[in-house]
């Protein structure tokens, strides 16, 4: 085991519970952080900068990435999202496991500018319990239900790039497994760990 | 998580702690089994058909040498040794994560024949400490103990296609990351699985 962290690239369908499995690892280890964000759009109220994002202009923006300072990013709704490839470093050499919940796009894109970050997907049991899940939340309608659940099917069959494929069934368990891939990764083979080790 | 197991590939110096770290490990769980492997010499006091060794003459070892039904083999001392390739499928098959205890000559012949297999290597914190142990056991000459140094310095460097490397300074947390290498495996990227939750 090393002392520097891993690159943790967590994707799934919205409502496979993706947040709550790491929150419930986090419980258990303190090595692990999500990743924060720049955007372009403005704080709403509560917001703090460098806490759920770093709010930077779009001058600020379009030269992180004209300077490969993003590890990826994204416009949704006029506004421009993306991860800062700083930020991730430094946690990194901090010893934490940085944690990306982003979309399969940007996974492609991290994955590019970092094959050592280890891809993680998420998934419900069934589509019957992912409706469920949507369902009891209350805060969709019928027709962004069935959308999320036809991307969900659809997002699945681009995935088979991920390294993981979590069952969240049991939270307990999906946690433990995901805490399992953390550890488990910070056991690769390393050849400098396995020079010094014969020194 | 699928239903079957993996084989789990272990190699180390003699001094390293294999075996007790698997045995820690298999206290916390019940889907670990060392692999059980042919040889031509004769039992010893003691020792039972099928739990130390499956015991069988040279002509059904030569045999299963032609029929590939061994993952690998060698001989030592004028005897031979495999890993009998059905024994282990069906360890798999019925969920048990399967360990072979092999040297890294065995694991490269392994690792052709399974490429899913997964390889850890296990060191001691280092060379002093090697020496420590290996001196504490008194079962060795101080010729046997230089002989095993220099052979531990000389593995490790053969050893960089293994996928994992422990290090086992404290035991239970080398058996903890033993465990989360075995739980981690279970979660590979598999498409059948991936298919049949968006049914």
Same mark, same amino acid.
């Given at each position: 085991m090393t002392g520097k962290g891993n690159l943790i690239i967590l994707s799934g369908p919205s409502g496979s519970g993706k947040s709550t499995v790491v929150f419930r690892a986090i419980e258990e280890r303190s090595d692990i952080c999500f990743s924060t964000s720049v955007t372009t759009r403005s704080p709403r109220a509560g917001e703090v900068h460098g806490r759920e994002y770093f709010f930077i202009d779009q001058k600020r923006f379009d030269e992180m990435v004209a300077n490969d300072e993003l590890l990826e990013h994204a416009t949704y709704v006029n506004h421009s999202y993306g991860t800062p490839r700083n930020y991730v470093e430094e946690q990194l050499e901090n010893g934490m496991n940085v944690i990306l919940d982003i979309e399969i796009q940007g996974a492609r894109q991290v994955h590019e500018k970092m094959p050592e970050a280890i891809t993680i997907f998420i998934m419900p049991p069934s589509m019957e319990e992912l409706r469920r899940r949507l369902e009891s939340r209350g805060t969709d309608t019928q027709e962004t239900i069935e959308a999320r659940i036809a991307r969900a099917r659809h997002e699945i069959q681009e995935a &088979?790039?991920? &390294?993981y494929l979590i069952v969240n069934d049991n939270l307990d368990l999906a946690a433990k497994e995901f805490s399992a891939i953390l550890t488990a990764a910070q056991c690769r083979f390393d050849k400098e760990l396995a020079a010094k080790l014969v020194k």
């Open positions: &088979d790039f991920y &390294d």
